[in-house]
């Protein structure tokens, strides 16, 4: 609709609706005679129901939220496939269109008037990107040995994965209120262009320096993508329907996740490790194509000027430094420099201490918050961001450690590493897919998270057994008991937080959960790790007697990862003593992974089931709608 007021003329609708104009001295809102005259309509049936069913019984009622606490739009209970949105006051069903002219935040949604076709085209986009944000994080790690030797750094094998976590983890919770400031698309293709800008400096690199700038570029847009695809299918889609697409997501990750160290060590092998990175430029060169003429969202057009005095920029630059200097002395423990350090424990505490500020200033400073702090007041919402995190810390028990038994126990190539791990990336796929078709019939998604994790616990539990000398059938039964107890759960809290929200919040309530992940994901490395090395310190006097010091020096503490392959080459005695130390570490550090499964099945009970809604409306983007917020959140 037209907005009277001149500062926001830039910020329109791309779906027409019947034109309203509010008075000033009421809440009444006149329409043109065309609405008044189905209004007028849509009020007799509802008239002629009262009489048969009696006042406000009608067969399409349904009970109105309390005023305290609205509901979440695409939450609400629904009463019939027809069912509406209710004027406030009087109970009787209000038009769609009328109800998104109405409220300045919301908008008909343009999900019933896509095609099939169209609906795919931008699905496939939406995936391609996402593919390839997820494949560049394992893609590497095949890839790294061979980088490090052509430009002759050791540094390499840190930082190439480092730069790319760090970005990709700090700038997540930007990138979704950006995009409430100038509209989803035109910030996803920003996003998408930052990964095809950071993938083509990677392949062209001259040093291992520019390696790594590219790199944290590559994580920035990364870092986006995954944030903004899952806030479009939001947008795009109801909540009934959206855990089908977020089905989809789930397995794009974990098919990106299982052939990325294959697909690199191919690279690698047969062509050049330039091409882990050159794969990238014409998949998303095209997924920004076809984006950018089939995905069709709010756009709000707001003024560059404008939006970036609209931008948290004191919670940026804290939750950005915060969260670098965190996962920078993560990174760094254990690796380039001892946990005791200096160094490390100040990147660690300062770490904390900003991110600490950072919701200080959330709370007290931002005029438009990155993220409200309103979304954690309410106790299912913060049992399903600490689900999402479980989850993430868990999952990578799998995807990063199960490697680390193919090559190191059982002697496999990297590349047959990649097969092996297949058993759990398809489980988990299918699995996947199947939560969303089973959201999408019943709405329901509590039996899903609490049964995802119960049977994710008992899986990772499973991995426990594996030893020396175990059976491909025992391996690939486990991985598939694994797989399906971490398929349910990429999306399903998700979806459960989304509902909790309302639509208003979601991009904040998304980045959230992106968050939670990356943060779980990278502290779960660190945490898996210093219980492997630790572990095989304790291994140190059995293998002092098999292998002499040196070899058993570099097997065990903080070295013992990155020496897998010296234990694929040892053979006899030497071997088998090297080989069972690596599958004893692996069964303690898996109990420490049961432990924190089973505490995210614990806190998933405390997550409210709702009815969700196959009625959906497209909330608006743009300063006139955070302002609207804004103005709400004063009178509130």
């Not at 104009?21 to 209004?39: F, G, H, I, K, M």
């Not at 100038?182 to 950071?198: E, S």
């Not at 990155?370 to 993430?392: K, T």
Request: charged share 15%; with cysteine; aromatic share 10%.
């Amino acid at each position: 609709m037209s907005d009277p007021t001149p500062e926001f003329s830039d910020e329109k609708s791309h779906n027409a609706a019947p034109r309203h104009s509010l008075s000033s001295s009421s809440d009444q809102v006149t329409a043109d005679p065309r609405a008044e005259s189905a209004s007028e309509k849509s009020n007799g049936i509802w008239a002629k129901a009262e009489e048969a069913y009696g006042p406000g019984q009608g067969p399409l009622s349904s009970p109105s939220p309390s005023p305290s606490t609205p509901a979440p739009v695409d939450a609400i209970s629904e009463s019939g496939p027809g069912s509406e949105p209710e004027r406030e006051g009087d109970g009787t069903p209000q038009p769609a269109a009328a109800a998104a002219a109405a409220d300045p935040e919301r908008q008909s949604a343009p999900e019933a008037s896509r095609t099939r076709l169209e609906t795919t085209i931008i699905m496939l986009s939406l995936c391609s990107a996402l593919f390839l944000a997820a494949l560049d994080i394992t893609i590497v790690t095949t890839a790294v040995p061979t980088i490090a030797a052509e430009f002759d750094s050791n540094l390499g094998y840190t930082w190439i994965g480092s730069a790319f976590i760090l970005t990709s983890g700090a700038f997540v919770p930007i990138w979704g209120k950006i995009s409430d400031i100038w509209g989803r698309k035109p910030i996803l293709l920003l996003a998408t262009g930052v990964f095809w800008v950071g993938s083509l400096l990677c392949g062209v690199s001259v040093d291992m320096a520019m390696l790594i700038a590219a790199r944290a570029i590559q994580g920035a847009g990364a870092g986006g993508i995954v944030t903004l695809v899952n806030i479009c299918i939001s947008d795009l889609f109801s909540m009934r329907n959206r855990g089908f697409y977020f089905g989809l997501v789930g397995i794009v990750w974990a098919v990106a996740s299982a052939i990325g160290p294959v697909l690199g060590g191919v690279f690698t092998m047969e062509i050049t490790w330039r091409w882990c990175f050159y794969i990238n430029l014409p998949i998303c060169g095209v997924a920004m194509l076809l984006l950018f003429f089939m995905l069709k969202l709010h756009n709000p057009r707001t003024p560059v000027r404008k939006g970036l005095a609209a931008v948290d920029w004191l919670g940026s630059a804290t939750i950005v430094a915060g969260t670098v200097m965190f996962l920078l002395g993560l990174q760094l423990g254990g690796v380039t420099r001892p946990w005791s350090s200096p160094t490390v424990l100040c990147l660690l505490i300062f770490g904390v201490a900003v991110i600490g500020a950072f919701y200080v200033v959330e709370w007290k400073v931002a005029r438009y918050p990155i993220l409200p702090l309103q979304l954690l007041r309410d106790r299912s919402n913060v049992a399903c961001l600490a689900v999402a995190f479980f989850h993430s810390f868990v999952f990578i028990s799998g995807s990063y450690y199960l490697p680390l038994y193919f090559q190191g126990v059982l002697r496999l190539s990297s590349l047959m590493s990649g097969v092996y791990l297949l058993a759990f990336a398809m489980s988990l796929s299918a699995c996947s897919a199947a939560i969303g078709f089973i959201i999408r019939a019943t709405g329901n998604y509590k039996v899903g998270i609490l049964t995802g994790m119960a049977v994710m616990t008992l899986g990772v539990g499973l991995f426990i057994d594996l030893g020396v000398d175990s059976s491909l059938a025992k391996i690939i039964l486990y991985q598939v008991v694994a797989g399906f107890g971490v398929g349910p759960n990429f999306q399903s809290p998700l979806i459960a937080l989304q509902a909790g929200v309302e639509g208003r919040d979601v991009a904040s309530a998304t980045s959230a959960f992106s968050f939670a992940r990356q943060m779980a994901g990278t502290i779960s490395v660190v945490v898996g790790g210093a219980v492997f090395s630790n572990q095989m310190q304790q291994q140190y006097p059995a293998l002092l007697a098999k292998l002499g010091p040196e070899l058993a020096g570099r097997l065990s503490g903080e070295e013992a990862a990155a020496s897998i392959l010296m234990v694929s080459e040892l053979r006899g005695e030497e071997g088998d003593v090297a080989r069972a130390a690596y599958a004893r570490s692996l069964q303690i550090m898996y109990t420490v992974y049961v432990a924190f499964g089973a505490a995210g099945l614990l806190i998933g009970f405390f997550i409210r089931q709702k009815t969700l809604s196959r009625n959906h409306t497209e909330h608006k983007t743009g300063l006139k709608t955070l302002r609207s917020r804004e103005a709400k959140t004063v009178k509130a």
